[in-house]
């Protein structure tokens, strides 16, 4: 069996080298526009400079003549009205409350997958990131409620915890060689245990009363989830209607829905259901037939034709493969339009003024890199963590400045903490908080980089020196 599959890989292989297309998927026209099109969304600094266009359109809408009506579209009701019954919701909330349930759906595929393969299962290097992430987060949230003792702002506390990942991201990448990868391996990982953060100051900071048969029901829900997926049900469909279901049940529980995402995350497998063995034997099955045309009518062979394309789609685990899917319509679909949604903010004169704008500054561009840095270096000192030696504490005060961009997730839990005037200085000290982190990061990591470069290029010039000076007692 082994002699004849041989013999038939040497025969693919030379009909490969006759005609190289042979070893790729068939093209159509259509592949001119998508395969860029691809190709562009795999590249993680457009999401970003996506996400600021739509936040600046936002901004710029806000602040001109169409202010009111752009406003009043995003109150727009929208729902089911039968009689007596009435399920309806503002356009906005539609988009925080249900849109955003994939966007943190994606986080908690993130979460899993880093959890299990990724950085965070190394534990004393996951401690330095999960040690820096905790001081990113009381650090601001101590200042800001220092400063809003007692006052109306006191409840907006979450609102200066969270990091911004496609923003810092995409200033990371901007800078090129003067950000070293290790130190975006550490802000994003920062960033997965900052979200878990974000998930829970969501789940009981701004959750209303909760509603316990409701909550009985979601959880019940999860737990069906859990038991079809041991029994081996992998149908997209069966999952999606579980999903709306236990959706609404949290949603009438009091809990925010959105924690429903981070549920249904974490309970996706992270293993394929076809090991590397059994597709490589499925695919050698398919590969032992002649060549012609055997895969039409109810026949055995078109059998085994469906189970090698199964096969081979389920040997990827289902966290990756949702990802890949829904990883391009987040972050080009779902965080634009809640920008778009939730960016407007008028600019005033007692909006700049307002003790909560203030706060809500102090705690992105002061707080954020003091905690970071803080808490990361106790965490070394103490031995709990290690620190790799190409990731300097200048480098990582850098991406603690670049973590003070909590855009998204700092105005989603400002529309679940404030209303009205506050809302309106809540939004207004985000927007000058994240130029200010944005502006400072890269500023700091641009020199570092260019000073490191410096010395390289000097280093070099001496030992070259030396080389020309020792030379001649050489000869």
């Known amino acids: 069996m082994f002699q004849a599959y041989a013999t038939e890989s040497a025969g693919l292989d030379q009909d490969q080298k006759a005609d190289p297309r042979l070893g790729r998927l068939p093209r159509e026209p259509i592949d001119r526009f998508t395969r860029p099109l691809a190709r562009f969304l795999r590249i993680e600094t457009v999401s970003g400079a996506v996400l600021l266009i739509a936040a600046m359109v936002a901004f710029g809408l806000s602040n001109s003549a169409w202010a009111d009506g752009f406003l ?120 997965v245990v900052d979200d878990i953060g974000a998930i829970l100051v969501v789940a009981i900071g701004y959750s209303s009363g909760v509603g316990w048969i409701a ?16 029994l081996g049900i992998r149908s997209v469909l069966v999952y999606v209607l579980a999903g709306i ?59 085994l034709l469906r189970s090698a394309g199964k096969a081979a789609r389920e040997a990827l685990a289902p966290v990756e493969r949702l990802e890949l899917i829904l990883h391009p319509w987040v972050a080009f679909g779902v965080m634009p339009l809640f920008a778009l949604a939730n960016a407007g903010v008028h600019i005033s004169l007692a909006g700049l003024a307002n003790p909560v704008t203030l706060a809500v500054v102090i705690g992105f561009t002061f707080g954020k890199p003091v905690g970071i840095l803080a808490f990361a270096w106790l965490a070394v000192r103490l031995s709990v963590a290690v620190r790799p030696t190409a990731l300097g504490w200048g480098v990582m005060a850098g991406g603690g400045m670049l973590a003070g961009i909590g855009f998204t997730m700092a105005l989603f839990i400002a529309e679940l903490a404030f209303k ?25 990591l641009a020199w570092l980089g260019h000073r490191d470069r410096d010395r390289s290029a000097m280093a070099r010039g001496v030992d070259a020196q030396r080389h020309e000076m020792m030379l001649p007692r050489a000869l």
């Open 72 to 191: 009043a579209f995003w109150d727009t009701p929208i729902g089911l009205r039968t009689g007596s019954f009435q399920f309806q919701r503002p356009l906005r909330d539609w988009i925080n409350d249900g849109l955003m349930t994939f966007f943190f759906f994606v986080v908690a595929l993130e979460l899993k997958r880093e959890l299990v393969v990724g950085e965070l299962r190394e534990p004393r290097i996951a401690a330095l990131s999960i040690a820096a992430a905790a001081g990113g987060m009381l650090a601001p949230a101590a200042i800001y409620l220092v400063l809003q003792f007692g006052q109306p702002g006191e409840h907006g506390w979450g609102v200066v915890m969270a990091t911004d990942t496609a923003f810092v991201i995409g200033c990371l990448a901007l800078l090129g060689q003067n950000a070293p990868r290790r130190l975006r391996v550490f802000l994003l990982s920062l960033a």
């Open 420 to 444: 009205d005037e506050l809302l309106e200085a809540a939004k207004l000290g985000i927007f000058i908080a994240s130029v200010i982190s944005a502006a400072g990061g890269f500023s700091l």
């Open 245 to 303: 279901l236990i959706w609404l049940a949290i949603d009438a529980s009091g809990i925010h829905p959105t924690v429903a995402g981070v549920a249904l995350g974490l309970l996706t497998p992270t293993r394929g259901w076809v090991s590397d063995r059994r597709l490589r034997a499925i695919l050698r099955r398919v590969l032992a037939y002649p060549p012609g045309n055997h895969w039409s009518g109810d026949t055995e062979d078109r059998k």
């Open 215 to 230: 909550l009985a029901v979601g959880i019940t829900g999860l737990a069906v989830v859990y038991g079809l997926r041991q």
